[in-house]
């Protein structure tokens, strides 16, 4: 299967919630049983080492109705879900459930590791941005302008209420598809012994190497982004790989390469950050995280990971 | 691409998703980029004591991961051999004088010396190139070839297996088989089996090229014992055929009573052997079979390496080798591992020290040490370490000995205050890097 | 001959046969078996270079893999 880069700040997806589009698929993959789906704006998919048909049906079913289960409750495009209501409570407090509280524990304490950079309520800062290869950079005037409606600092937070001020939005998007690639590799490991590789986009998490000495192997996307020919193998024997960056979101101008990774401190692109970075991890919330860290540090971002001790891959345009 | 530190950020996150996904981690990531090839490479240099053989040789495998679990590997192998062996001769309270292989001169031992012969000096390159790949499922398929050449010595060779896996990959059975055909252009030519040592010039008795066949057949079973324990079960069987006999051994003809070697008529004018020397014999047939264990056993981040084969032949030869390294880490980085050898073989049936004048000469006789009696015990020591960019560096100093006995039936007259078994002692030195 | 034949048959069915039952690891505690120096073979180019050698002092050749040789070595 080929690792294909995912912007984990900015996932301007668009809507999916056509529920005829939840079509899933079981076929042969090599020495594996391949079930692939649509969720969080991304290509899914898991790979079973095992011969039993039925097992692999009985596992679709679970991975997928928990995948789903995790886009409907946190996706910011579906009115009436906690997101929504959040988002449209107009400066009122919201109780929110444990699992969406234990998200915005782990969002808050991203927050603080990354000196502000990880927000949940930078969102908005989209509306100003389109990173479409052009040299169209938006007005500062603009960008400052929505920045009085982004940080997390802003939103008070006591656990199990929120009350944020109008006009504020949180959005998941930067945790959702690790979350969920952890949750369904954890259900699939409490039904099988199966090997199962779980991979949303790009983003994946192993329950176990296939066989004794094998490994899963990933492709690691080149930085033309032609997915033809992986610029490298990564084998995963356990754990898991996530990639944060995209290679063709960027503006242009002047000579200057904007790339997409906003800083939500200043709405402006974290500047010289990779353009993709690859961290392994014993998760793929963990994987992924230290990804986004790593880009919101820009041109340090390799110091941090070496720092950290961490397994990683960073491609640089 | 780096490990170790300790990450304050990582540590917390690590801490925090527990937290969130309400679980712990099963087991830590295990994740390793495949570069596109993989180059294993060694120097070595084996060398024996008393001038016997010296060797240099320098190796590479370059190995390269495809996606899908497809596996190549090529090999190659350069060896540079000088130095002298035992010619199957034996040592004499006077000089004796020897027609070297080629028929072309002489060359002459010293009283009391065991007779060498001298003329190895020989550089041979192999070749090796492996394919693996998943057939369906369950199965690995691998076929491979090999091909060396020598001076006096051309090896082609192909092989197969496949291997297929049970009881959630814990389980795995292989069978694979493998042909090879070797040519022997003998120095001077490969002299008729038990036919007198002649003159400098007279190559009457030697024959052109000759060819043998190997049949090998390996199944195995590998079995995943627990969380720190594998093993590996193997039977092998082997049938060569052809021209067995090594054309460089030689054997003393001598005096039934005193047992000193037979003294022969010099033709004048000409150089020759000055005593009766008979080029050895061996059946044109082997079948050996063998069993091979091995288990590898993890504690506390020691490896035990532990193997044992049973060897037996229709030559009777049987051998017993146990082999243990236990690799011992130093740190994150470093480790030492010991390794001993023990090796114990009981001689061929046609193996003899000397052929007694005026009797009828057997079939087949050989007095190459490497028939006879003995036993062979390796002790060494590998240092390895990972460099700075994650390359693998090792050294190990091996020494090698060989202690034998000839049964006293074999020894005529007065061989047994004379005549011993050319024991060994021999040093293996090798350094490695894979990157 | 046959005896041999016998002896591997039983052997290959002990093995299988437990194995197939009760022996071996769930697939995520292979976490230590799948270390590199857990592999049956840790260092390809010595145990050929060991082969090599012992296949040219004694008279034995082979068991872990196949029987080797193809040197006339001395």
Known sequence: ?317 | MKKRKNGGISTTLATATCALLGTTPVSPVCAQEIDKWDFDTSLLYYGEDNERVQDASVAVLATRNFVDDRYLALGLTVDALTGATPSGAITQPVAQTFTRPSGKSTYTTPANELPLDDTFRDTRVAMTANWQQPLGRLYTFNAGASASKEFDYTHIGLNARIARDFNQRNTTISAGIALARDDIDAVGGAPVPLSPMLDVGDLANRMTTQSKDVFDVVVGVSQVLGRNTVMQLNYSYSDASGYLTDPYKIISVVDGITGNVVTRPLTPGIDGPSHEFLFESRPDDRVKQSFYGQVKHFMHGKVLDASYRYMSDDWEIESHTLDLRLRWPLGDEHYLEPHLRYYTQTEADFYTVSLVDGQMLPAYASNDYRLGNFDGITAGVKYGWKTGNGHDLSVRLELYQQRGDIPANLLVGNQAGTVSYPDLDAVIAQFSYRF | MARWKTCVASLLAIACSTGCTSLGVEPWDRDILAKDEMQLVTDPLEVATDDHIYFSKEASSGGRGFGGGGCGCN
């Open chain 1, 1 to 317: 299967m080929l690792l294909s880069p995912s912007s984990a700040i900015d996932s301007e997806r668009p809507p999916r919630v056509k529920p005829n589009a939840r079509d899933v698929e079981l076929a042969r993959h090599g020495k594996f049983w391949r079930v692939t789906f649509p969720a969080m704006g991304s290509p899914c998919e898991l790979l079973l080492d095992t011969d039993d048909r039925s097992e692999v049906q009985a596992l679709a079913g679970i991975a997928t109705a928990e995948a789903w289960r995790i886009e409907d409750k946190f996706s910011r495009y579906i009115s009436g879900n906690i997101v929504d209501r959040i988002n449209t409570a107009a400066g009122t407090s919201v109780e929110v459930d444990p699992e969406t509280a234990g998200l915005i524990d782990f969002a808050g304490l991203l927050y603080r590791l990354s000196d502000r950079r990880f927000d949940i309520t930078s969102g908005a800062l989209r509306k100003a941005w389109t990173f479409d290869g052009s040299d169209r950079l938006p007005d500062r005037a603009a960008v400052r302008r929505i920045l009085r409606q982004v940080g997390w600092h802003r939103v008070d937070w006591a656990s199990p209420v929120l009350t944020m001020p109008s006009g504020m939005q949180i959005d998941f998007g930067g945790i959702g598809k690790e979350y969920a690639v952890d949750k369904v590799a954890g259900l699939v490991r409490e039904q099988t012994s199966s090997p199962c590789l779980v991979n949303f986009g790009g983003d994946l998490a192993v329950t176990g190497p296939p066989g004794r000495q094998d490994s899963w192997q990933v492709g690691r996307e080149s930085l033309q982004g032609s997915t033809a020919l992986p610029v490298g193998l990564i084998q995963l024997r356990s754990g898991a790989l996530a990639t944060s960056g995209d290679t063709r979101r960027y503006l242009l101008k002047d000579g200057i390469r904007y790339g997409h990774i906003l800083d939500p401190t200043t709405g402006w692109p974290v500047d010289g950050a990779p353009a993709s970075v690859t961290v392994a991890a014993d998760s793929c919330v963990q994987a992924g995280m230290l990804c986004t860290l790593a880009m919101l540090r820009g041109a340090e971002a390799e110091a941090m990971l070496a720092d950290e001790g961490v397994q990683y891959w960073c491609l640089r345009a």
